[in-house]
């Protein structure tokens, strides 16, 4: 089965600093997620990567796939409180059919910025 | 994004018995949905794929006739806790796939007292 590791497991920054959170599999990625999730909460997607080289962006936060495409990253630009929470990178299965839209998740990086 | 509904939003019940979990998808079909469940300071695991029309598909370890999936319309999948006990209170999330993405429900969370 697949195995996604993220790091780093939890990240503490200031406001207006940059950070990354990475993630890597265990195999080659069919198409990777980038969900945002407040504890106790749904989970808000965030960006979805499936060509090697890949690089998307929305406001202020990039995601990129590697060419490779067994490791993805995703870079906050100048953070903010509203930042705060858990990302999980999700890995979709390589299959079509009934797995279609199947996922299987990294640990998660807690990520939480002072003002 | 499309979007995935969940009911209840929280629910509390006695030892041994059953709740059932409501995911819909409210502007688009999903033919398949997927049941997560999450333990404090846990990641997702994936616990079966519904399916409509048909069986569901459990993963390795899940219980079928503990946790049981119907999947009756193309917007409406039910997971139902049967004699649920402590253990069980988790919270649950369900998918499904839509064009553009995965797009999850708000989650349920059970308490089983």
């Known amino acids: 089965s697949q195995e996604l590791e993220q790091s780093p497991q939890s990240l503490i920054v200031q406001e207006g600093k940059n950070l990354t959170i990475n993630c890597t599999s265990s195999k080659t990625l069919y198409g990777l997620y980038w969900y945002k999730q407040k504890y106790g909460e749904g989970l808000i997607f965030l960006m979805m990567l499936q060509k090697g080289g890949e690089e998307k962006s929305h406001e202020k936060i990039t995601a990129k796939l590697d060419e490779k495409k067994q490791q993805s990253s995703l870079h906050i630009t100048a953070s903010q409180p509203s930042h705060a929470g858990i990302y999980l990178c999700?890995?979709?299965?390589?299959?079509?059919?009934?797995?279609?839209?199947?996922?299987?998740f990294g640990q998660g990086t807690i990520l939480t910025v002072h003002p | 994004g499309a979007v995935v509904s969940q009911h209840p939003s929280w629910v509390i019940c006695k030892s041994g018995t059953s709740v059932k979990i409501e995911c819909r998808s409210l502007d688009f079909q999903a033919t398949t949905m997927f049941w997560y469940r999450q333990f404090p300071k846990q990641s997702l695991m994936l616990m079966a794929t519904?399916?409509?029309?048909?069986?569901?598909?459990?993963e390795q370890g899940v219980e079928k006739d503990k946790f049981l999936i119907n999947h009756a319309s193309l917007t409406l999948s039910t997971l139902t806790v049967t004699s649920a006990h402590p253990e069980d209170s988790s919270f649950y999330i369900c998918s499904a796939r839509a064009s553009g993405g995965t797009f999850f429900g708000p989650g349920t969370r059970l308490t089983v007292l």
């Open positions: 999700g890995a979709a299965a390589n299959a079509g059919g009934t797995s279609y839209g199947k996922l299987t």
């Open positions: 519904s399916n409509e029309g048909s069986k569901a598909t459990y």
